[in-house]
Structures are given as C-alpha cells and as structure tokens.
C-alpha cells in the first residue's frame, strides 16, 4: 500500500521558515517524480513543486526563489524548505505521487496534508 505521511507543518510568522517533510513507503520513491500541492481555505489546490528522479527541481511562480524542494532517496522521503513565508502561504500542504503524465497531471496518491499558518 503506497503511503504518504506529512509533517513538519505549524504556525510562523510573516518572513519566518518551515521545513516540511514527507515519508513514504509501498513503492519504489527513486524511481518516481513527487509533488508538493497545497490547498488555500476556500480556495482549490495549487501545485508548488515538483522535483524528478534525478533531483531537478520545478517550481510553481508564487514560491519561486522562497521554497527549496529536496529528497533523499536513502530515507525515501521528500522535503520542502519554505523561507520567507507570505500569509498567502497559508494551506494544508500535501505530499503527492504524479501519475503517468507527471506533475502536469493527475496525481494518484495522496498524503494527509500537514497545515500551514502563516499570521502576525
């Protein structure tokens, strides 16, 4: 059974960091690209990031030069390093598995989200 686990998410404030963290387990992580998707409250799911096997990073333009997106294959688990935090960054972050067509696509397993607050 694939499983994605969130964690590393809290409250901070304005220009503050947080590093999330995503552990996995039913499939072989190295070989599959992975996902950060977040949810704003009432708003519909954003893509953050993505990084493909070999490590390459792709980010979406509302965290572009604020958020680093790494993993360690050796622990098979992915990591989003937000700096520079916005209000705007606030949402549950979820940990995702892309199908097929990759991260431009469906996503075919979830995490359960880990929440994100960013406030004065």
């Known amino acids: 059974e694939v499983q994605l686990v969130e964690s590393g998410g809290g409250w901070v404030q304005p220009g503050g960091s947080l590093r999330l963290s995503c552990a996995t387990s039913g499939f072989t992580f190295s070989t599959y690209a992975m996902s950060w998707v977040r949810q704003a409250p009432g708003k519909g799911l954003e893509w953050v990031s993505g990084?493909?096997?070999?490590?390459?990073?792709t980010y979406g333009d509302s965290v572009k030069g604020r958020f680093t997106i790494s993993r360690d294959n050796s622990k098979n688990t992915l990591y989003l390093q937000m700096n520079s935090l916005k209000p705007e960054d606030t949402a549950v972050y979820y940990c995702?598995?892309?199908?097929?067509?990759?991260?431009?696509?469906?996503?075919?397993?979830w995490g359960q989200g880990t929440q994100v607050t960013v406030s004065s």
């Open positions: 990084i493909n096997t070999g490590g390459t990073p």
């Open positions: 995702a598995k892309p199908g097929r067509q990759g991260w431009s696509g469906d996503h075919d397993y």
